[in-house]
Structures are given as C-alpha cells and as structure tokens.
C-alpha cells in the first residue's frame, strides 16, 4: 500500500469555536486510510499581506503557510460567508500564495458548511482560486450542513447525516488524488 496522500486543511474562520474548523477536524478523523489530513492553525498569525514584504526572506508565518501548501498533495477549504463574501483573513492568507510556487496546479476541494446553502462567498473563493490557478475538484462545493455558528466536532461526529456528508467529500478527495 502506499503512503497516504497528504491534505492541508485550511479554516477561513478565526473563531476559537468554528463550525468551520469543526468539520475540517471532523473529517481528519472520518479520513480513510489513503489521505492524511493536517489542520493549518496559522491564519491569525499571518501580517497583512504587502507586496513589499514578498521577497527574501519572507515573513516566518508566511514561509511556514507556503511550506506547508508545498507539502500537501491537496487542500480542503472550510471557509464561512461574512457579509457575502470570503472573510478578510482568510483572503489574507490567499494574497500570501498568490506569488507562491507552491501553489499553482493544487488540487482544492472546498466543503460549504452552511445549513442555509450560502453560496456568494463559496463562488467568490471558487474564482479566487482559478484565478490563482488551483486545480479546483468540483463544480460545487462539497455540502456539510451544519448546525450553525459554535457546533463542536462532537456534534458533527454523532451525527450519522454530517458523517455521511464528510465521508463524501472525502471519498472525492482520494478518488481525485488516486
């Protein structure tokens, strides 16, 4: 067998208690055998992206973001709508792998984890990413309906619906990364 395909797992949320992040952390542990899931946890230490501060050397939290990208084979993005559109840290984080090498030809896989199907910022982030040119699975982001603002990764592992959900995001990973 060989060695599992790695998948950075990038929250666009700053919350300390995320759904986002619940479900990313839901699915590291629904993930099978094949794909070894990774959670980012540097989003809020990142500065504000400036193009003068784009060169040798980086910004420690920005090489360590681009390190990590470069060693993932993939990543799965749980990223919340604020005012219809992806969050300002978030978009941060993005403007940090804009000029990146690591970046361009990732295969990304987002999940919307909105129970009311908000979808402004899931396209926003789904151009955002083509225009970065990462390989983006689906035509659509993977559904995880979640609760709402605070559920826990308990929550979301005890239910047999969101488990369902996340294993099927995740199967389209691995099938995308076979």
């Known amino acids: 067998m060989s060695a599992p395909r790695r998948v950075l797992c990038l929250c666009g949320s700053l919350r300390r208690v995320s759904s986002n992040r ?3 952390e839901a699915a590291r542990q629904l993930a099978p055998a094949s794909l070894e899931l990774a959670l980012y946890d540097g989003l809020a230490a990142l500065p504000l992206f400036n193009p003068d501060d784009e060169h040798d050397p980086l ?9 990590a990208v ?3 084979d993939a990543l799965l993005i749980a990223c919340p709508e604020y005012a219809h559109g992806v969050p300002g840290a978030f978009k941060n ?7 990146s090498l690591e970046f361009p030809g990732k295969p990304v896989l987002l999940l919307n ?8 910022a899931q396209d ?3 151009e955002i990413l083509r225009t ?39 199967a389209c990973l691995a099938a995308e990364l076979a």
């Open 70 to 72: 470069g060693q993932a």
């Open 22 to 24: 619940a479900a990313l």
């Open 59 to 67: 910004p420690p939290s920005a090489l360590a973001l681009r390190e």
């Open 132 to 170: 970065m040119s990462a390989e983006v699975l689906t035509t659509l982001p993977m559904p995880v309906a979640l609760p709402g603002a605070g559920c826990t990764v308990e929550q979301l592992l005890a239910s047999a619906e969101r488990c369902a959900e996340l294993r099927a995001a995740l």
């Open 113 to 120: 984890a909105s129970a009311r199907g908000s979808y402004h």
């Open 93 to 99: 984080l993005l403007d940090w792998l804009v000029g």
């Open 124 to 126: 926003a982030l789904a």
